[in-house]
């Protein structure tokens, strides 16, 4: 009896070592990557810089990344001044959303198609989705909203965004896109259509077809949901509750083994995310989705790279720093807000004011 108890002890002894071992290496590889990327950082486009510089203070709360956050604040108002001032009626918008439709044209890859085809029958979408929504977001979850917020906001009334939301042929197009937008709607106070969207999600793409969906088409559907998790949590701001997405839980428990097969990194990192941003650190898909992106790091790059090998900087920001987070997760945090943290909004840029 003694000689079993004493098994067991060292038995339990030895794998939480083990365990302690293994996030050890998993928070070195993360320091490895924020190295890689932060000695370059401010060499990033803006959107890119603010990317990265708001995640990591989102988990770490730390001020050095208070200038990335400004640079996108100044993104932020430069976009939305620009909204205000001359793309706001029926026919600039239109303008505006022909001309972004273009930059679709020529391209031959299944998604670039897939979003030209989808969207020329509405693409006042580009504008309203893709540039107005985003910005006006982002400015509320800072505490703010631009001077002229109710003639940007009587722009968005014009329109039904379910006929975006709970189209198929969108959702196809445009799924990690449409979750993140139905949840900002919901966040400004505006049309609620979060329900038909994940309604409409599960039609579109019912786990029986999932043997018949492309790679483009297969990752589109892990974006989706992967971002109906990250949207609910304001983006890393606040945890979810798994019951309310408990069919997205299960799918993932389900198919993990298949999604380490045939998904991107960036894909793999999020699933894993979604755990941690529903308090699973110890869901063995967390544990799986560590050690693949763990060992997608190339040593000498220090960094992830894509899956064709390309380590080019500025187009991995994306996947990296959500290695980062997978790899060395810290918690969640409502921040930075002008309330909260006024010093990093002591300069606000023109056109942003207190909400």
């Known amino acids: 009896m003694r000689r079993t108890l004493f098994s067991l002890l060292?038995?339990?002894?030895l794998s939480q070592s083990a365990l302690a071992n293994t996030d050890a290496i998993y928070q070195d590889s993360a320091q490895r990557i924020k190295q890689t990327y932060e000695q370059q950082l401010y060499t990033l486009p803006a959107f890119k810089e603010g990317h990265y510089g708001l995640?990591?203070?989102?988990?770490?709360?730390?001020?050095?990344?208070?200038?990335?956050?400004?640079?996108?604040?100044?993104?932020?108002?430069?976009?939305?001044?620009?909204?205000?001032?001359?793309?706001?009626?029926?026919?600039?918008?239109?303008?505006?959303?022909?001309?972004?439709?273009?930059?679709?044209?020529?391209?031959?890859?299944?998604?670039?198609?897939?979003?030209?085809?989808?969207t020329k029958h509405m693409p006042e979408y580009l504008y309203l989705g893709v540039d107005l929504l985003g910005s006006m977001a982002r400015a509320n979850e800072y505490g703010l909203k631009h001077k002229q917020d109710e003639k940007l906001r009587q722009v968005i009334r014009r329109y039904d965004f379910?006929?975006?939301?709970?189209?198929?042929?969108?959702?196809?197009?445009?799924?990690a896109q449409i979750a993140n937008q139905v949840y900002w709607l919901r966040q400004?106070?505006?049309?609620?259509?979060?329900?038909?969207?994940?309604?409409?999600?599960?039609q579109a793409y019912p786990n029986a077809n999932d043997k018949k969906l492309s790679p483009q088409q297969y990752g589109n559907k892990l974006y989706g949901m992967t971002h109906i998790i990250f949207a609910d949590s304001q983006y890393y701001q606040k945890q979810v509750s798994e019951k309310q997405h408990q069919w997205i839980y299960d799918y993932f428990r389900t198919h993990i083994d298949e999604i380490l097969l045939r998904a991107k990194e960036d894909v793999i990192a999020e699933v894993g995310i979604s755990f941690l941003l529903a308090g699973l650190e110890d869901d063995p898909v967390v544990a799986k989705t560590r050690q693949a992106i763990n060992k997608a790091i190339d040593p000498q790059k220090g960094m992830v790279p894509s899956v064709t090998g390309d380590f080019d900087f500025s187009q991995g920001e994306h996947r990296n720093v959500l290695a980062i987070m997978l790899l060395d997760w810290q918690q969640v945090n409502q921040a930075p807000t002008i309330q909260k943290q006024p010093e990093i909004f002591s300069r606000l840029p023109y056109g942003l004011e207190a909400k």
Do not use: C, H
């Open 10 to 13: 060292l038995g339990l002894a």
């Open 188 to 202: 400004l106070g505006e049309q609620d259509v979060v329900d038909a969207f994940i309604t409409s999600f599960q």
């Open 55 to 118: 995640r990591m203070y989102r988990q770490t709360m730390d001020d050095k990344y208070a200038a990335a956050i400004w640079s996108d604040l100044a993104r932020v108002a430069s976009r939305l001044n620009y909204f205000a001032a001359e793309v706001n009626t029926p026919e600039s918008i239109y303008i505006y959303s022909e001309e972004r439709l273009s930059g679709y044209i020529g391209d031959d890859d299944e998604r670039s198609m897939r979003r030209f085809t989808a």
């Open 162 to 175: 379910a006929r975006y939301a709970t189209d198929p042929e969108m959702i196809k197009a445009w799924a």
